[in-house]
């Protein structure tokens, strides 16, 4: 049994607001996302709702097999659902940048691009591009997916008339990362790595670019928003490696979202009229909420930006 809030905030949601629930009434017909980590937890939910709602959904994942099983299993409830499985490694800028050239090719349009997929607190390791392996799959991978995908969503917006949306998981735990925030000269220290803090610092980073895009994006006057969010505390496969907090969670879990619960601010973020307009936010339970001190410092987003485009070689 669960103990969620039921008290709504100024959107008209609470923490106990489902993914259902959020998108009720809404017609996402004609709309195009991507959906990131799409083969469980939140993503598989949040790929399955907007599917209902009539959007189509394309879901890049590393295992194409468990892809097209999890495609399966919502058509088999929503059948007219549109859904389309792509390959993708978001650890690997190698496999990003073949999937951005696959779906580019395509000729797809993109109206929501949703940076859910991700990693929480496992033993220090590195990536195949030799970047400290939560940092790298959490941040470097959907900053590089975005800007490849950029263009795309701009062309989509201008032609439809439509604001294009980018919608980054986060977490509260961004508030909990290092002292200075980013360790950007220890981004691959092993002697010094933390699994939680390291997540922390990764969960910063999706807040931070969120930031800085939306700087960037009314800058040059796109018609796309970027926002973060905590999805709530869900007990799903992504806290396997949690050591103490995935027992704590076991055994205290009143305050523990369901799966529906946690995908629900995924699906206001990207779907809600509410927010037409609102970019470089942060949500909470599908209502505004504040990030961090860290989180709100436009020098270490710019800091973060350019740091990121090294990394991987774009602008």
Not at 29 to 35: E, R, W
Not at 298 to 309: G, R
């Amino acid at each position: 049994m669960t103990w969620i809030s039921i008290f709504t905030g100024k959107s008209g949601f609470a923490a106990s607001s489902t993914a259902e629930d959020v998108t009720k009434g809404i017609d996402g017909t004609g709309l195009t996302t991507i959906v990131t980590g799409a083969t469980s937890g939140i993503g598989l939910e949040t790929a399955r709702v907007l599917a209902l709602r009539g959007v189509h959904v394309v879901m890049p994942v590393r295992n194409v097999e468990a892809g097209k099983k999890v495609k399966e299993s919502i058509v088999e409830k929503i059948p007219n659902a549109k859904l389309e499985v792509m390959e993708l490694d978001i650890s690997s800028q190698e496999s990003v940048r073949t999937f951005a050239s696959q779906y580019c090719s395509k000729g797809h349009p993109l109206d929501i691009l949703i940076l859910n997929a991700g990693i929480m607190t496992p033993p220090f390791s590195l990536s195949k591009d030799g970047i400290e392996l939560q940092f790298a799959t959490n941040h470097v991978g959907n900053f590089l997916l975005t800007n490849l995908l950029l263009d795309t969503m701009k062309k989509t917006a201008k032609e439809s008339g439509i604001e294009g949306r980018i919608v980054i998981v986060s977490s509260r735990a961004h508030t909990l990362t290092y002292k200075e925030g980013i360790r950007f000269d220890k981004i691959n220290d092993e002697k010094s790595y933390s699994p939680f803090y390291a997540y922390a610092q990764s969960k910063l980073a999706n807040v931070l670019h969120a930031n800085e895009l939306t700087r960037r994006l009314q800058a040059e006057g796109a018609n796309i928003t970027a926002n973060a969010l905590h999805p709530g505390v869900i007990k799903t496969n992504l806290i396997r490696n949690g050591g103490f907090f995935y027992v704590f969670l076991n055994v205290a879990n009143i305050f523990v979202k369901n799966i529906p619960q946690g995908a629900a601010t995924t699906c206001y973020v990207a779907l809600h009229p509410q927010l037409k307009g609102v970019s470089g936010q942060y949500f909470v339970d599908s209502n505004l909420n504040k990030a961090s001190k860290h989180g709100l410092d436009a020098e270490l987003a710019k800091k973060l930006w350019d740091f990121s485009s090294k990394l991987t070689n774009s602008n």
